[in-house]
C-alpha cells in the first residue's frame, strides 16, 4: 500500500511539471491594422485574403518596428493607427486570440531585406540570408521567429527559398522577429 502511494505521490509530480513546463503555441499572421479599441483592449487586423482577426492584449505584449510606437511596450499598441502594416504574434486559449507581439513591418516599421537562405538553424536561432549582390546577412532569429516564422519553407528547399526578412538592430546584431516566403 505505501509502495501504491508513493508511486501515485510521484506520478502526481510528474504529471504537474509537464503541464507547468508546456509552452502555448505562437502563431503568426500579417495583414494591415483596421482597429485599435482601447476600451476592450483589442486589435482588428485584416489579412491579405480580407478575413478580420481580432486579438485582445495585455500587459504582456510587446509592440516593435517604430520608435513613435512606444519602445517595444504595450503602450505601443495604443498607437498603432489604422493601415499600419503588422505581424501579430498570438496565442489561442479557449477560443480567444492573445497578442504576445505585433511587429510593424513596412515603410515606416521594421528594416526588410529579401534573398535566398543559405542556413536556417531554429535551435541555435540563426538565419544566414544571401542578396541578390551576393552579400549575406546573417540574424539572429527572435524565439517566436525560431519557431514559427517561415514555416511555408518545405523541409529540404531550406538553401533555395526566397525570402522577406523583418528584423531590428540590438547592439549591432541584426534580430529577425519575422520572415517569410516570397
Known sequence: MQKLKIFGMAFLFASSLTVCGAQE?????????KKVDTSTK???????????HTFH??????????????HGTVEGVDKLGEGSKVVVHYTSTGGKDTVKEIDRVGDDGMKATKGTVEEIDRGGKKLVVKAADGTKDTFRLSDDAAVDAGKGIAKGSEKTAHVTVYYTESAGK?????????
Open 57 to 70: 492584449y495585455v500587459g504582456k505584449a510587446a509592440v516593435h518596428g517604430a520608435e513613435a510606437t512606444g
Open 25 to 33: 503555441a505562437v502563431t503568426a499572421v500579417e495583414g494591415t491594422v
Open 42 to 52: 483589442t486589435v482588428v487586423v485584416e489579412t491579405a485574403d480580407g478575413t478580420d
Open 174 to 182: 541584426k534580430v529577425a522577429h519575422f520572415f517569410k516566403p516570397d
